[in-house]
């Protein structure tokens, strides 16, 4: 979850960092992405993976050229955004609708047989038994 004061601050940097970028003011682009960035890292909670990933891409961004910078910073924020597009809760797909789940479990499988109630549904060998 990405709270709206987060993504407000990185759509108004991408937005004036793309004029800047097109300019070929790298340098200016490069300042204001690292700015954002730090200003949204600062609104995140400190175990965040999105604070970690935009800290991460500063860091990585000091050893390059303002150009490269600006390019990686970028590509974090889009990231960040991105990831605050994704709503609902995660859960189990559903395998009936999946094209790619092609096995299934044989009815007949000593793990889906429960009859025996206080009996093993896997029967163990002798050497296997505790």
């Not at 990185?10 to 970028?21: D, N, P």
């Not at 609902?88 to 000593?110: A, Q, Y």
């Not at 025996?116 to 296997?128: A, D, N, Y």
């Amino acid at each position: 979850f990405v709270d709206q004061d987060v993504k407000d601050v990185l759509l108004e940097a991408i937005r004036k960092g793309s004029t800047l970028r097109d300019a070929n003011q790298h340098i200016k682009c490069l300042q204001l992405y690292e700015h954002a960035c730090q200003s949204a890292s600062s609104l995140l909670p400190v175990d965040s993976d999105h604070r970690g990933r935009l800290q991460l891409s500063i860091a990585r961004s000091e050893s390059m050229s303002p150009d490269r910078a600006s390019a990686i910073l970028r590509y974090a924020m889009d990231d960040v955004l991105r990831s605050g597009l994704r709503t609902g809760k995660p859960g189990f797909p559903d395998t009936s609708k999946r094209s790619d789940m092609v096995l299934r479990k044989p009815k007949n499988h000593p793990s889906t047989n429960r009859a025996g109630r206080g009996q093993p549904s896997v029967v163990q060998s002798s050497e296997e038994a505790l």
